[in-house]
């Protein structure tokens, strides 16, 4: 009796590739890497219209910001082309400590004011807070030894004991006041 | 006589036989990766840059707000806000930051976070009368949601 030869019980592999590669496909097309990143804020309390808070706060204090509807810059009063210059001038405003008249007193007391018109543009309103935020964040990096990448995701992560007590050391006296009033006409 | 080239006895052949494998490690990292998007966008985005980026520290206290010029030209050409997967008013932005609170855990909600994704050409205006009704509703919290911007 002649018996036939068992077939080989191995599946064939080489449509798994095939398979695999389509996956693959519809997963790379379907991919938005999340892009959950941004210049993060702090809104202020709802307004009371009964009683407003006083504001006493010295004119040296503020850097004035202003951006009218055709997205030009008035920063201290002087028209600005390049809102990257805004950066190097709120460091030199917030770290002058009392040596020129015109510019703030201690980091303490320094406020960065922002005000936009009814007709500025989301784009210009984005890279002027940037330059601000930038220009604070700068300076906190310093003050805690880092890089500005660095204390970044320090800030963003304040779960771990350790980044908390970087954060909250590099901010003593040295809060991020930026004021940002309401867009008017 | 000349002496040809000897043929080689070697296999000219690469194994393929790992190639799936590498597939699908690939495969894993973009299954891995994915968000599928639960909501259409109705509304252009183009989203400006920045470079003092910051990352959202927990994802599921986040509520996104859309604000550009509506894809469909039925809707008109004026910047609209989307929230979820409708069109709301300014004066809605209250009731769906109470209804976004409702979501999250009693301990949570008061750290909502809103991450506001905005086209560049939009007016300062629209913004700012969110952000009033953000403040009214106390949801503090914001990201202006923007891409990295190499340029500088």
């Keep these: ?185 | 006589m000349a002496k040809f080239k000897k043929k080689s006895k070697t296999s000219q052949e690469i194994p393929t036989a790992s190639l799936p494998d590498i597939i699908f490690m690939l495969l894993f990292f973009f299954m891995v990766t994915t968000v599928l998007r639960e909501t259409t966008i109705n509304v252009h985005q183009r989203i400006p840059g920045a470079t003092e980026l910051r990352k959202l520290q927990r994802k599921s206290l986040v509520s996104y707000l859309y604000v550009g010029k509506p894809k469909q030209e039925s809707f008109g050409t004026e910047p609209l806000i989307q929230a979820n997967d409708v069109f709301i008013k300014v004066d809605d932005i209250v009731l769906w930051v109470t209804q976004e609170k409702d979501k999250l855990d009693e301990v949570e909600r008061d750290q909502i976070t809103v991450a506001l994704k905005v086209d560049k050409e939009v007016k300062m205006g629209l913004i700012g009368d969110v952000q009033m009704e953000l403040r009214k509703a106390n949801a503090r919290k914001l990201m202006y949601t923007t891409i990295i911007n190499i340029d500088y």
């Design chain 1, 1 to 185: 009796m002649t018996r036939k030869q068992r077939e080989s019980p191995t599946i064939n592999g080489a449509p798994m590739a095939d398979i695999a590669f389509l996956l693959l496909i519809f997963f790379l097309v379907t991919t938005t890497i999340a892009t959950d990143k941004g210049l993060s804020m702090l809104l202020p309390p709802k307004p009371d219209p009964e009683n407003k808070p006083e504001i006493n706060i010295h004119e040296r204090n503020i850097f004035k910001v202003l951006i009218n509807s055709a997205d030009r810059l008035l920063v201290e009063d002087e028209p600005l082309e390049d809102p990257r210059l805004i950066r190097q001038m709120v460091k030199d405003h917030v770290l002058n400590y009392g040596v020129n008249p015109n510019l703030a007193d201690s980091p303490g007391d320094a406020v960065v004011s922002f005000k936009a018109a009814r007709g500025t543009s989301y784009e210009i309103y984005i890279a002027v807070l940037n330059e601000v935020q930038g220009a604070y964040y700068d300076m906190y990096a310093d003050r805690a030894g880092v890089t500005n990448e660095k204390w970044r995701k320090i800030a963003s992560d304040l779960g771990d004991p350790e980044n908390k007590r970087i954060y909250l050391a590099a901010r003593k006296d040295f809060p991020m006041q930026i004021s940002i009033a309401e867009p008017s006409n």
